[in-house]
């Protein structure tokens, strides 16, 4: 239940961002919106411990790259959201599972057997029948949306990454101090004053982040990792919903299939990966599932926008 409230503040995180870029340019809403999202990760680190301790990282420039890839995603999420309806949207940022288990093979050393390779398969001719190359008007959104499923997955396989040899806070501090910085660095130029109801709109996103992201973390104290991350499909009836509301425009039928095989993909990469952690031994479960709360915990923590946690 946890887990689908925090799904449902997110849908509503995603339907202020899409009005306030409407008027404004993105990466002056990424900006004032990372500035909640850093407020956010220091405070959660400075209740751990001091700020020097969590900045000593065995792999500081790894930590660097995730916080860059992140600022990436979060920018290329507002430019798609621009056009694009966000049941569209979400449709093809459900790759990123499957874009995750693709590139963990050459960044992680892991394998994947004939399932999951099939699963990827389906996933990318899903994608391919919601983008349709070739055919009909093409939306400049969905190269952005893709994208922005990319360097997601991208940033979720770091995060794999250095959960091997630094710390959650470590982790937390980094993409929120490198986010800040790199937000500013571009948003500063883009500066408008905002009217009363647009700050009115970053207030909903402010307290959605810091709302989504504790009902999700603390859905961590309750189930693993493995266990909620099918739920995260939830999202696309809920943002199809929210745009047929809110903007009154939905997602075509050719659109809806392609999602229907991308859901499907993903779900099978999720049931792979738990028959996986069913065969090793107790201890190994153990350990295994207790880094995969690790890794959620900081994915979920890190977002500053209605991204779902990391498989």
Partial sequence: MLALMAIMVFGGQDVAGKILVQD??????????????????LFL???QGKLRHAFRARRPLVHVLRGAL???DVLLFALAVQTLPLGELHAVLLLFPILVTVFSIPLLGETIGPFRWGAVFAGFVGSLI???????????????????????ALYNVLTRLTARDDST???MLYAGVVGLVVSGAIGIFYWVPLTLEAWGLIAITWVSTALGHFLMMRSLHFAPASLLQPFNFLMLPWAILMSL????????????VGATIIIAA?????????????????????????EATTR?????????RDKTPAP
């Fill in 24 to 41: 404004y340019a993105p990466a002056q809403i990424v900006m004032i919106r990372y500035w909640s999202f850093a407020a956010f990760a």
């Fill in 296 to 304: 959620q915990q900081v994915s979920a923590a890190e977002m500053p």
């Fill in 245 to 256: 509301i809110f903007f009154g425009v939905g997602i075509d039928p050719i659109s809806l």
């Fill in 130 to 152: 919601i983008l349709r190359p070739g055919f009909g008007e093409f939306d400049i959104g969905l190269v952005y949306g893709l994208a922005a499923a990319v360097v997601f």
């Fill in 266 to 290: 993903g779900l099978t990469v999720t049931w792979r990966e738990r028959v996986k952690a069913r065969a090793v031994t107790p201890a190994m479960f153990a350990a295994s599932a207790g």
């Fill in 70 to 72: 992140l600022i990436a």
């Fill in 45 to 47: 680190v400075m209740r």
């Fill in 169 to 171: 806070a470590t982790a």
